[in-house]
């Protein structure tokens, strides 16, 4: 059974900072990963996919990358601000492709002025 | 605005009262899906639907029914609510096939059960 994790489950930076997300899944035969963002009492708003064949997408500040073999995905965000404060959410799509993702927890994002 | 709308926005049930959670969207995407996301779980899919006329449980169906009325609207039953049905419900489409591929959520629906 696919199961995935990211750590850390809440994180708190100063303005400017460059940081990074992590998410880990347990099965590498994934369709596709994507990250999501959810602001407080929101639904939630896709920022970036992967598809397996794929190793990072990019947009704007952000890039997200895939490591299919060891499972893993990481979200960078470069010279973060308090607006992107909210929870960053990834999920996989299993590999054969129904759009059935499974999320991880998420990791909550502050970014202090 | 296109995307995906739910209604109610907010429910309070009684234990075994029953309702239906109702979503549409306009971009004429084929699947549709109903999460619930609780604290410290994420989120978990419930029922998807890969196109009108087709429904397939989730992770999480037990107590839940769904119904694909057309290709825009996807409807979440509740026949006997329970507390632990409390939850906030998602509703999302996608659109799998060529190379558009973007997963819409509504803004949610927050379901409490006393």
């Known amino acids: 059974k696919q199961e995935v994790t990211q750590i850390p489950a809440a994180l708190s930076v100063p303005e400017g900072e460059n940081l990074v997300l992590n998410c880990s899944f347990t099965?590498?035969?994934?369709?596709?990963l994507q990250w999501f963002r959810q602001d407080p009492g929101k639904g939630l708003t896709s920022l970036l996919l992967?598809?397996?064949?794929?190793r990072e997408q990019t947009s704007g500040r952000l890039n997200a990358s895939l490591d299919k073999s060891s499972g893993r995905s990481t979200l960078y965000i470069a010279a973060s601000q308090p607006g992107d404060s909210a929870t960053y959410l990834c999920?996989?799509?299993?590999?054969?492709?129904?759009?059935?993702?499974?999320f991880g927890q998420g990791t909550t994002l502050q970014v202090k002025p | 605005n296109a995307g995906v709308t739910q209604t109610p926005k907010f429910q309070v049930l009684k234990t075994g009262q029953s309702m239906t959670l109702q979503c549409a969207q306009d971009?004429?995407?084929?699947?549709m899906y109903w999460y619930r996301q609780d604290p410290g779980m994420g989120l978990r899919l419930i029922y998807y639907?890969?196109?009108?006329?087709?429904?397939d449980k989730g992770e999480v169906p037990n107590g839940y029914n769904v119904s694909r009325l057309n290709k825009r609207e996807f409807s979440l039953r509740l026949e006997s609510a329970a507390p632990s049905q409390t939850s906030v419900y998602f509703c999302?489409?996608?659109?799998?096939?060529?190379?558009?591929?973007?997963?819409?959520f509504g803004s949610g629906t927050r379901l409490t059960v006393v």
């Open positions: 999920a996989v799509d299993g590999s054969s492709n129904t759009g059935k993702l499974i």
């Open positions: 099965d590498s035969a994934i369709y596709n």
């Open positions: 992967i598809q397996s064949s794929q």
């Open positions: 971009m004429n995407h084929n699947s």
């Open positions: 639907s890969a196109s009108e006329g087709t429904t």
């Open positions: 999302a489409s996608e659109n799998l096939q060529g190379n558009s591929y973007g997963y819409t």
